[in-house]
């Protein structure tokens, strides 16, 4: 079964970057979409920003539009989400998921189908 592993997540400064990588370790990520949820205690995961398998398409979230990227490197299997001008409201558990299909429109976590455990990004002065 395909297990991701997220790394990146720390505490930062509002302002701040951090650049969040999804890996899998025996098997090639090339053949699925991969999603970046976000999760706070007491909420569902929100759909952050999703690519194709490809990285030929990508979709984000209202309120990460402008200050994250997604972007694959199947090359070293690895897909990344760059954060920048991080807020407090961004503050949770980060997730990295892969699908077989790709919704070009939304990243819902309904549609994946492997998780990783994810990783804590902490925004705060």
């Known amino acids: 079964q395909l297990q991701l592993v997220e790394s990146g997540g720390d505490l930062v400064q509002p302002g701040g970057s951090l650049r969040l990588s999804c890996t899998a370790s025996?098997?090639?990520?090339?053949?699925?979409?991969i999603g970046w949820f976000h999760q706070v205690p007491g909420k569902e995961r929100e759909g952050v920003s999703c690519i194709s398998s490809t990285g030929g398409s990508t979709n984000y979230g209202d309120s990460v539009k402008g200050r994250f990227t997604i972007s694959r490197d199947n090359n070293k299997n690895t897909v990344y989400l760059q954060m920048n001008n991080l807020k407090p409201e961004d503050t949770g558990y980060y997730y990295c998921a892969a699908g077989f299909s790709y919704n070009e429109y939304e990243c819902r976590a309904r549609d994946m189908d492997f998780w990783g455990k994810g990783t804590l990004v902490t925004v705060s002065s």
């Open positions: 025996e098997f090639t990520l090339d053949y699925y979409s």
